[in-house]
């Protein structure tokens, strides 16, 4: 038994409750290590996470190649703003004095349900298209969203326009406000940290949901639209409204996301919801490895966290080296960014975690299950 | 209508494309009958069946099915009536094993056992598939792969087999290896309406032949007399 202790970290490695402390105690850690503004980074990859998650579904599940993800989350986020801040009074000067605030429990499954709504809407006209052709429609209806909040502060002011919409409520639950400090079981518990707690019970939500959703008779269907639309036909399987229930589960998971961001935000404008956000989160995706939920999160968390890093690693680098900044990291973040694409799409194709056919394929086990 | 018929076309119309593919066909299968439908590349034999299948929506004409006109039920609802396509390319399900390609045949039906049961009676009709259960279906030999597109068809028990042009693309030993199988189905008692270019194997394996040229049928009758016939034989026996 010379290997003893290298199986015990595997053991370790594996086992869930280890995974469990180490990430109730991360942003701790993080705070302790890296400051209160990388715990905020945290949070924002959790929700990335959930949108590479939910956009899987539709991508990796269905083969549905949608590049307007994002839209849904747009939906979500400004649902959760005009129904937790007191922009619709003012708006509508009829409705109630200072706004709706519905309780969050109301809200999240209300912008979910409205962001699937809107995902039955894309689907419905898009059904015969495939591949480029659908890409194609779903890119515009993204920016059609985009364009739609960016201009619908006339005739009535709806959205507020591109100054977009502020004072929005802060989570509650339960009468526990997420926006500042909490004592709780003894400790002080920064905002920050309870949000991110939040992310992440919703995140492992997600997650459990879409493992449901791979194994079960939804999802095997889904598999076959993916491979052969006709052949699936051929099986019985009822194409058009699996592929809407594909798009409209997908858009409800970003739009309880666009949800949760609205409320951490406490801000939302047209801005967050461009079409560099609909590639990031596909290629989130892409980089993990589509279909598979370890790898989707895998590139989330990647994605989420690596250019922040850079930024904070370019800056003090080059004014060690040359005493002033040559190349601005925000260019550079591109630069590498485009270089990681081509590199790994000439070496690993399938993505970082392949789906378990790659994985069957190579002969190996199952892979780590969480970052 | 006519009960005798498990399955009867009458003055079937197809456009495609804003082309009339099929101009007014009527066909009949009877109950266990193996009846194909021989024509050449573009005759309109493909958009018949597809057709059938409920993949493309007729012009004008009817389609019955055990007596019921099936105007209106969609693709997926043909299934469960008791109708089966194995489609044009075989469409195998390529990033999925043998033995899910062939379980997503089942898709229609809840008895696990009974879908057990069938799994393994294909297995035993196809030793080949057997062999190669956990192996993904993409990386089969096209012959493999046609088995696999009518063992999953079967998969969902039905009444009515459709075939579309199961040789093509197969080595010629393979070809007559699907035509025994074909027989072997047949004599098995399942209907089955085969489409083919290769007309010589699909008259020798049917009872019945339909000859289709560009959007119509031409001839038809006992295989054996459309064999002999001297115009079948000029066009498509090569003789």
Same mark, same amino acid.
Request: net charge neutral; charged share 20%.
């Given at each position: 038994m010379q290997n003893a202790p290298e199986k015990r970290l595997h053991k370790l490695l594996h086992s869930r409750s280890f995974w469990v402390c180490a990430l109730l105690l991360l942003p701790f850690a993080t705070d302790a290590l890296l400051g209160h503004g990388w715990v905020r980074i945290l949070d924002f990859a959790m929700l990335y996470i959930m949108l590479a998650l939910g956009l899987n579904i539709v991508?990796?599940?269905?083969g549905l190649l949608d590049l307007g993800y994002i839209a849904f989350f747009a939906v979500g986020a400004y649902c959760y703003a005009l129904t937790g801040s007191p922009h619709l009074a003012t708006a509508f000067p009829l409705s109630i004095e200072g706004g709706v605030h519905w309780p969050f429990w109301v809200v999240l499954p209300f912008a979910a349900l409205l962001a699937g709504g809107f995902g039955i809407l894309l689907g419905a006209p898009t059904l015969r298209l495939r591949g480029d052709y659908l890409a194609i429609v779903t890119l515009g209806f993204g920016e059609i969203i985009r364009i739609f909040l960016n201009n619908l502060n006339a005739p009535v002011n709806l959205t507020n326009g591109p100054q977009g919409i502020s004072r929005i409520d802060p989570v509650s639950i339960a009468n526990l406000h997420l926006n500042v400090t909490q004592p709780l079981f003894g400790m002080e518990i920064p905002s920050v940290h309870l949000y991110f707690y939040l992310f992440l019970s919703f995140t492992w939500l997600v997650i459990l949901a879409s493992k449901r959703l791979e194994k079960s008779r939804i999802g095997r269907a889904w598999m076959a639209i993916r491979e052969d639309e006709i052949a699936a036909a051929a099986m019985g399987i009822n194409t058009r409204n699996l592929k809407l229930l594909a798009f409209a589960m997908g858009a409800a998971f970003g739009g309880a996301s666009g949800a949760l961001f609205a409320g951490f935000q406490g801000f939302v404008s047209p801005e967050s919801f461009s079409l560099m956000e609909s590639i990031m989160i596909l290629c989130m995706v892409v980089l993990g490895g589509m279909g598979n939920i370890a790898g989707v999160i895998l590139g989330g968390v990647l994605l989420a966290i690596l250019p922040e890093m850079l930024r904070h690693s370019v800056i003090p680098l080059q004014q060690g080296l040359?005493?002033?900044?040559?190349?601005d990291p925000e260019s550079l973040r591109m630069l590498l960014f485009g270089g990681a694409l081509i590199v790994m799409m000439l070496y690993r194709p399938a993505g970082l975690l392949p789906s378990r056919v790659r994985r069957r394929e190579l002969g190996s086990d199952e892979m780590a299950e969480k970052p | 209508m006519n009960p005798e018929y498990l399955l009867e076309i009458r003055d079937l119309k197809v456009a495609y494309g804003g082309i009339q593919a099929v101009k007014g066909i009527s066909l009949n299968v009877a109950p266990g009958e193996l009846v194909a439908l021989i024509g050449s590349n573009g005759a309109g034999k493909s958009t018949t069946l597809k057709t059938l299948a409920g993949l493309l929506p007729p012009a004008s004409g009817h389609v019955y099915y055990q007596g019921k006109n *099936?105007?209106? *039920?969609a693709a997926h609802q043909r299934v469960t009536q008791g109708m089966a396509l194995v489609p044009e390319g075989r469409g195998v399900f390529a990033r999925l094993n043998v033995t899910e390609n062939l379980l997503m045949g089942a898709y229609?039906?809840?008895n696990r056992a009974e879908i057990n049961l069938d799994l393994d009676r294909m297995y035993a009709l196809f030793p080949r598939l057997a062999e190669r259960c !956990?192996?993904?279906?993409?990386?089969?030999s096209g012959g493999e792969q046609q088995m696999l597109a009518m063992a999953r068809a079967l998969m969902s028990r039905p009444r009515l087999l459709m075939l579309d042009?199961?040789?093509? !693309?197969?080595a010629p030993l393979m070809v007559q290896k699907i035509f025994e199988t074909i027989r072997e189905i047949s004599a098995q008692g399942m209907s089955i309406l085969l489409i083919e270019q290769n007309a010589r194997l699909a008259l020798q394996a049917a009872s019945r032949g339909y000859v289709m040229e560009s959007g119509a049928i031409t001839l038809s009758g006992a295989a054996v007399e459309l064999l002999g016939n001297d115009a079948v034989q000029r066009a498509y026996l090569g003789g």
């Open positions: 991508i990796g599940y269905a040359f005493g002033k900044i040559i190349v | *099936l105007k209106e *039920l229609s039906r809840d !956990g192996q993904l279906a993409g990386t089969l042009e199961p040789s093509m !693309g197969l």
